[in-house]
């Protein structure tokens, strides 16, 4: 299948798709979904407005068309989705895609890393901010314990899968643990990326003083270990990445608040009832459910997408400030997954 490689306005190519498979979540982790906002009266898409599993495949393959090299599945929590492994096939099997991942709270890996990896998954993000108990139950306003999800990194390594672990570092909340997971993640040769506290939703009362920048999270790592640069030479790379000196095992920085990277960022999202965003912080997505719905034939869907491409210009975190914060109506991160 030839490729086309599609640029928008700001001559950003389109390389990389996040799918959120699914809005609802068993946890609700403060700087996500609050509990106290997303309480049981809250209400989720329900299952006829979620994209089947035939459109997504539909879907990423105009996507890989058009350049997509990349799809990470996401949620709210990927795994609460009937049969994500059937899904995983399906999209294993398109062609030209070089690399499958998914982003999870880990809970369900014990019970479905192995299906997972033979189902064609190559990676997986684990998020996991502390390895305390009590803090871990408190971020994830469950209570729950980190015990499922230790078990879940342990069940995915063992199914063969790659592993990293995702760290929101928020002021005054876990930015105690940032040497803890550290030692843990190097112990167990598995990659850690500390990621700042953003402002995507409106929901989580996100405030600046909350961000634990990079450079000091930075500054407290290299008090402990010694740290090299790596250049993965990928652009559209998000993490800036470190090596433990001596070792293969890497470290990385997600600085989306600090040090932004709008300029080089090649990502599409498409939300689990088939709305494109070009930006984590836009207000509405464009509709693509309801095209295929209607009929759109693969001409007609690959011409939405790369008009929708061609016209993007967002740069929001390059543009952010207390105002833009403030003023901006913005989807939740639940909703399209990170
Ligand atoms: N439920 C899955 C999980 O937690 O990994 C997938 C969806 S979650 C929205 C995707 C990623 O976004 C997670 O690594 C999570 O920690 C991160 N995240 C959520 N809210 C965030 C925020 N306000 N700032 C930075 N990262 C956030
Ligand atoms: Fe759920 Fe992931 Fe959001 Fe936590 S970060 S509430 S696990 S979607
Ligand atoms: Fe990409 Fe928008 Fe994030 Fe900038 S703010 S890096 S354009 S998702």
Excluded at 21 to 30: G, L, S
Excluded at 34 to 44: I, K, L, N, T, V
Excluded at 311 to 333: F, L, P, Q
Aim: glycine share 10%; proline share 2%; net charge positive.
């Amino acid at each position: 299948m030839g490729k086309t490689i599609i640029q928008d306005k700001l001559n950003r190519p389109l390389k990389d798709l996040r799918i959120s498979v699914i809005d609802r979540c068993n946890f609700r982790c403060q700087y996500c979904m609050p509990a106290d906002q997303f309480g049981p009266d809250f209400e989720f898409l329900p299952r006829s407005a979620l994209l089947t599993y035939e459109e997504i495949e539909r879907v990423a393959k105009i996507f890989v068309k058009l350049g997509i090299e990349k799809i990470r599945l996401t949620g709210g929590e990927p795994l609460l989705r009937k049969d994500l492994p059937s899904l995983v096939a399906k999209l294993a099997s398109v062609e030209g895609l070089k690399d499958l991942a998914l982003t999870t709270n880990g809970v369900l890996l014990k019970k479905l890393a192995g299906q997972l990896k033979s189902s064609g998954l190559k990676r997986v993000n684990v998020s996991l901010d502390t390895l305390n108990d009590k803090l871990f139950g408190k971020i994830n306003g469950r209570g729950v314990g980190t015990g499922p999800v230790l078990d879940g990194i342990a069940a995915a390594q063992q199914a063969g899968l790659g592993v990293k672990i995702n760290m929101v570092v928020k002021k005054g909340l876990n930015d105690g643990e940032i040497i803890s997971m550290a030692e843990y993640c190097k112990t167990n040769g598995i990659e850690l990326r500390y990621i700042e506290y953003m402002d995507v939703g409106s929901t989580n009362g996100w405030k600046m003083d909350d961000v634990v920048t990079k450079k000091q999270i930075f500054s407290i790592l290299k008090d402990r270990f010694e740290l090299e640069p790596v250049n993965t030479g990928y652009y559209g790379e998000v993490a800036k990445l470190y090596r433990y000196k001596d070792t293969d095992i890497n470290v990385g920085f997600i600085s989306s608040v600090s040090e932004s990277f709008c300029s080089s960022c090649t990502r599409a999202r498409l939300s689990a009832n088939g709305q494109i965003f070009t930006c984590l912080f836009n207000g509405i997505g464009h509709d693509i459910r309801n095209f295929m719905r209607n009929g759109a034939t693969d001409e007609q869907l690959e011409e939405r997408i790369t008009s929708i491409w061609n016209a993007r210009i967002d740069r929001y975190s390059d543009e952010r400030t207390a105002e833009t914060n403030k003023n901006r109506k913005k989807i939740e991160m639940s909703y399209i997954g990170g």
